[in-house]
């Protein structure tokens, strides 16, 4: 006979995990309620706590930062360069400087663009400190045929509505040491410890994926090549469109990277007549969505009393947040669609 439960958990929890980390090629995952969720819970299997420095991308979405601050420690933010308009590696060496001994790193891909990876292993590896990578928005996308998310001690993606694979809300801690992963596994649901009666000796959470989502991500995962295709071409089809206004550059492709291009964001030139805020109300006007890039968390109120450091005599990551445009970017925007958009944006100039 088969097992008569208390309660019903179903099985698609653990295939998720399975295929997810298979797809990517990491040795073990933990489904999560949300990417956040699972930067929590990176930063936490690291062993942050009170008082520790956590170095993390300036320019991303504030879900990257606040869990540093969950675990009461201190962020320090660091600049971009404007080859990927991620982390500056030598901005990263730089704060290694003056803070010799964070905790840990969270490097952001933004976009679904990989950072300089490499560069920032290597410090950090010189420096033995792990890496986390926010590859909340890059699932997918590749480093010399290696997918983002793969190359730190951690990895997390996120499967939000917004995503570019969703299960409504969830996301993905990633990692080759099975006994963190393990003890992930417990602390996300609600650290029982193994007896009859519910015994707790440590605090837990409750973080764990539903069984509902995870059936949701299986089917998802199906489509994620497809969609990764769609999001290139609406890439193209915009460096396309828009080649022949000098004052704009697409967020670029890094040497031997395939992005995922889960969004399509250019930048102005600072000596542009046209603003990013002109280019937004145009096309607002004509019922299209689109968006200033990330705020750097160095810039948020929330955030002002964090150290930032850059190399730059300016800050790249202010730059790209000033002059940039994220563009409509949905997979079910059709060619007309986009040529809209596009033509929208050139009649401006
Ligand atoms: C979406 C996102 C997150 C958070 O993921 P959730 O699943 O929404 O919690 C973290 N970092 C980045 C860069 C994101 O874009």
Redesign the pocket.
Same mark, same amino acid.
């Given at each position: 006979m088969t097992q008569i439960g208390l309660h019903h958990f179903g099985e698609n929890v653990n295939k998720f995990e399975e295929e997810l980390s298979k797809y990517v090629g990491a040795k073990h995952g933990v489904a999560l309620s949300? $990417? !956040?969720?699972?930067?929590h819970m990176a930063l936490k299997a690291v062993g942050v706590t009170n008082g520790d420095l956590v170095f993390c991308s300036s320019l !991303?979405?504030a879900?990257?930062a606040n869990p540093i601050i969950y675990q009461n420690a201190t962020p320090v933010f660091i600049d971009s360069e404007s080859e990927t308009w991620n982390m500056d590696p030598k901005a990263l060496e730089k704060a290694f400087e003056k803070y010799p001994n964070p905790k840990a790193v969270i490097v952001?891909?933004?976009y679904g663009t990989p950072a300089k990876i490499n560069e920032i292993m290597e410090i950090c590896k010189k420096h033995n400190v792990p890496l986390i990578e926010?590859a909340?928005?890059s699932l997918g996308s590749t480093y010399y045929d290696k997918q983002t998310g793969t190359f730190g001690k951690y990895g997390?993606y996120?499967?939000?509505g917004?995503?570019i694979i969703t299960t409504s $809300? $969830? $996301?993905m801690l990633v990692s080759d040491d099975e006994e963190r992963i393990q003890k992930v596994r417990f602390w996300v649901t609600q650290a029982r410890e193994k007896a009859r009666h519910y015994e707790h000796k440590e605090i837990g959470y409750n973080y764990r994926m539903s069984n509902i989502c995870a059936g949701i991500g299986r089917g998802q995962l199906k489509v994620l090549n497809e969609r990764i295709h769609k999001k290139t071409d609406i890439y193209n089809r915009y460096k396309e469109g828009l080649k022949e206004i000098t004052e704009i550059s697409i967020q670029p492709i890094p040497k031997n990277t395939v992005p995922n291009h889960w969004l399509s964001s250019i930048v102005l030139d600072t000596r542009s007549k046209v603003k990013p805020i002109e280019i937004i109300e145009a096309l607002e006007k004509e019922n299209i969505e689109s968006r200033p890039v990330?705020k750097p968390m160095h810039l948020e109120p929330v955030f002002k009393d964090y150290d930032f450091i850059q190399v730059e005599e300016e800050s790249i990551a202010k730059k790209l947040f000033e002059n940039g445009v994220c563009l409509p970017s949905d997979t079910k925007m059709t060619n007309e669609e986009q040529d809209v958009v596009i033509n929208k944006i050139k009649s401006l100039f």
């Open positions: 949300s $990417g !956040t969720a699972a930067i !991303t979405f879900a990257t952001v891909h933004l926010d909340a928005e997390i996120s499967f939000n917004n995503k $809300g $969830g $996301g990330w």
